[in-house]
């Protein structure tokens, strides 16, 4: 009996899997194969909040491939050794997996290919719907700017989603689990939690109102986003299905989640070219960042002064989430406003986010600091301006910061101007403080 391995990364799912599909079609028997990498540890992205996800998105990988008389074998270790140790145990003729665009991940594939040689294949658009590098500009090799990227990424051709295996056969002498023990049981950081898993996914997905999408993706309280991002990190569900499953259903919620789609595709493209940004300013500016210990921890606690940013934050410390306008304003207020160094928050961001996504993480990040993308790079989001065009009423802050609950209407937004000053902290600075422009060596 021949056997093939497939080796799950960031696409822990059965539906539109490439990887598992050509392993299935590769050999009689195959092993779903999934390295708890010591790698990741030690590089402090294994985070409580994702951790515990992930261990929520193995045991349902786990039982869906059970539900098909199959299994998922855990191994612990460096993914190259343990997958090669693997594949002279079975005798495998293949081992398959999903290419990456991070610098970790570059380096595992050719630690893969070192090990393996040939008996390798490496699947592409398995964590995005375009591949990076499908669509590049003359004489570049990537997009530095997204509506090109989007009119090339329109025109190029995609792959067709694969259906699930209605089978999966493991040969019975594989052992399932990590010597030594299972998974830990990891307690997260963040209550409010998403559970991890497919399952969990699809039905989200499926309860999700698409449609509405357009007209209440920025409403902070109305939360009309799809809260998908982490099921999209870790693969639970494949961007090219749900590109397939919105453009099927058309209409404007629909074009606007695919672009919100398609932004992901093209920061992904962007590191896969430049995987030095995900801690090195994109386009340098000779930014002479303002240092301050006391902001930062202030802003990390949902504490400076300004509601909308520490309703952002407090939902981010709660949830291991944060909606994304949240994401864009309280980014804004750190970068722009306190002019502190982009990486800092990023970090942060990255040391809860259940979706902690190196490439959306660190670009986005970017984006907002003026270091990256943009075209604007002296955009700066207005906190109070933006608290009154998306949250007109203060019911999101209201909901994250109970210190204010009492306050009616627009009025929590600017809590020091109360004839009762309630218990909360007045703002670190104002908003004219000008530390951006003055920062900014040009």
Not at 67 to 75: E, K, T
Not at 150 to 174: G, K, N, S
Not at 218 to 234: A, N, Q
Not at 381 to 401: C, E, H, I, M, S
């Amino acid at each position: 009996m021949s056997v093939s391995i497939a080796l799950f990364t960031q696409d822990l799912r059965l539906h539109d899997n490439p990887v598992l599909r050509a392993a299935l079609a590769d050999a009689d028997e195959v092993v779903p194969l999934f390295v708890l990498d010591d790698g990741v540890a030690a590089t402090g992205f294994a985070v409580p909040n994702r951790s515990a996800f992930l261990a929520g998105c193995l045991a349902d990988l786990d039982a869906g491939l059970r539900s098909r008389g199959g299994r998922l074998v855990l191994r612990r270790g460096a993914v190259a050794a343990e997958t090669a140790r693997l594949a002279a145990a079975t005798g495998a003729v293949s081992v398959h997996v999903a290419a990456g665009v991070s610098g970790f991940a570059q380096r595992r594939e050719s630690a893969l290919r070192e090990a393996l040689g040939g008996r390798l294949r490496v699947h592409d658009a398995v964590l995005t719907a375009l591949a990076p590098g499908a669509v590049t500009p003359a004489g570049k090799d990537h997009y530095a700017v997204f509506t090109p990227y989007l009119r090339a990424w329109r025109a190029a051709q995609r792959r067709h989603p694969v259906a699930a295996p209605r089978a999966v056969r493991v040969p019975a002498d594989v052992p399932d689990g990590v010597p030594g023990g299972a998974l830990p049981d990891v307690r997260p950081d963040s209550p409010g939690l998403p559970a991890g898993g497919e399952s969990a996914g699809r039905a989200r997905w499926s309860a999700w109102q698409v449609d509405r999408y357009e007209e209440v993706h920025d409403d902070l309280e109305g939360d009309g986003t799809s809260r998908l991002s982490p099921y999209l990190h870790f693969g639970c569900l494949s961007a090219a299905e749900l590109v397939a499953l919105a453009e099927r259903r058309g209409g404007p919620g629909a074009e606007a989640f695919v672009r919100q789609l398609v932004w992901r595709d093209f920061h992904h493209q962007v590191l896969a070219a430049r995987p030095d940004a995900a801690h090195a300013d994109y386009r340098p500016h000779d930014d002479r960042w303002h240092r301050d210990e006391a902001e930062l921890a202030a802003w990390k606690a949902g504490r400076t002064g300004y509601p909308i940013v520490d309703a952002g934050m407090r939902q981010l410390a709660h949830e291991g989430w944060m909606h994304n306008r949240a994401r864009l304003l309280t980014a804004c207020f750190l970068a722009k406003t306190l002019y502190l160094d982009w990486r800092a928050g990023a970090a942060h961001f990255l040391s809860l986010l259940v979706d902690g996504d190196v490439a959306n993480n660190q670009l986005n990040w970017q984006w907002v600091a003026g270091t990256g993308t943009d075209t604007r790079p002296n955009r700066v989001l207005n906190p109070l301006t933006q608290a009154k065009r998306f949250d007109p009423d203060g019911a999101y802050v209201r909901r994250w910061v109970p210190e204010l609950a009492h306050v009616p209407g627009a009025a929590v937004h600017q809590p020091w101007l109360l004839a009762e000053r309630p218990d909360y902290p007045a703002p670190l600075v104002g908003l004219d403080t000008g530390r951006f422009q003055q920062g900014r060596g040009r």
